[in-house]
T-cell receptor, first 114, second 113 residues
Framework: DTGVSQNPRHKITKRGQNVTFRCDPI?????LYWYRQTLGQGPEFLTY????????KSRLLSDRFSAERPKGSFSTLEIQRTEQGDSAMYLC????????????FGSGTRLTVV | AQSVTQPDIHITVSEGASLELRCNYS??????LFWYVQSPGQGLQLLLK??????LVQGIKGFEAEFKRSQSSFNLRKPSVHWSDAAEYFC???????????FGAGTRLFVKA
């Protein structure tokens, strides 16, 4: 198992464009989380899935953000009509349901909106 | 509301010196507490966690942390710092539901030779 994989590692996009990030969790982990980390801050919770069900969404996740986890495996996070304020590191983590908070984080996708 | 405060934005220590990173939390019940480390351009790695029991918790890489309920603190310590410990350190508390973690703003550790 290679851990949690995130692609791409870096993304530069123009304001107003749509972007999509992918996260491949550890294969036996049924929980998957998305966090956002801006410069000089700790990660902030965005959303989490248990299998394919999205069970919680933060108020940080505006209508321009959507996350999916079809078939309970990989997940995608899409941002529509990007704004400069969306520039951040987007971190994915996964865990087993029985292992509360036992996250394994990926290396993240750094988004720069110009 | 649950929150985590790391009072020191950055700390510089000499290699071989001891280290203590401060963390204070606000949580209504018995907290789940964590310390993570993040190297530049990398994801977060769990150093140690406290759920219950012994208030002195041992972690990886020679780190330990002590839970003090009376002070709402969970400070991270290491007796002798190595240059490879230079990184950003995040204290965190587990929120309700067993899925949401609340992170502090982090403390950047610099190690001088």
């Amino acid at each position: 198992d290679t851990g949690v994989s995130q692609n791409p590692r870096h993304k530069i996009t123009k304001r107003g464009q749509n972007v999509t990030f992918r996260c491949d969790p550890i294969s036996e982990h049924n929980r998957l989380y998305w966090y956002r980390q801006t410069l000089g801050q700790g990660p902030e919770f965005l959303t989490y899935f248990q299998n394919e069900a999205q069970l919680e969404k933060s108020r940080l996740l505006s209508d321009r953000f959507s996350a999916e986890r079809p078939k309970g495996s990989f997940s995608t996070l899409e941002i529509q009509r990007t704004e400069q304020g969306d520039s951040a590191m987007y971190l994915c983590a996964s865990s087993l349901e029985r292992d509360n908070y036992g996250y394994t984080f990926g290396s993240g996708t750094r988004l720069t909106v110009v | 509301a649950q929150s985590v405060t790391q009072p020191d934005i950055h700390i510089t220590v000499s290699e071989g010196a001891s280290l203590e990173l401060r963390c204070n939390y606000s949580y209504g019940a018995t907290p789940y507490l964590f310390w993570y480390v993040q190297s530049p351009g990398q994801g977060l790695q769990l150093l140690l966690k406290y759920f219950s029991g012994d208030t002195l918790v041992q972690g990886i890489k020679g780190f330990e942390a002590e839970f003090k309920r009376s002070q709402s603190s969970f400070n991270l310590r290491k007796p002798s710092v190595h240059w490879s410990d230079a990184a950003e350190y995040f204290c965190a508390v587990g929120g309700t539901g067993g899925f949401k973690t609340i992170f502090g703003a982090g403390t950047r550790l610099f190690v001088k030779a």
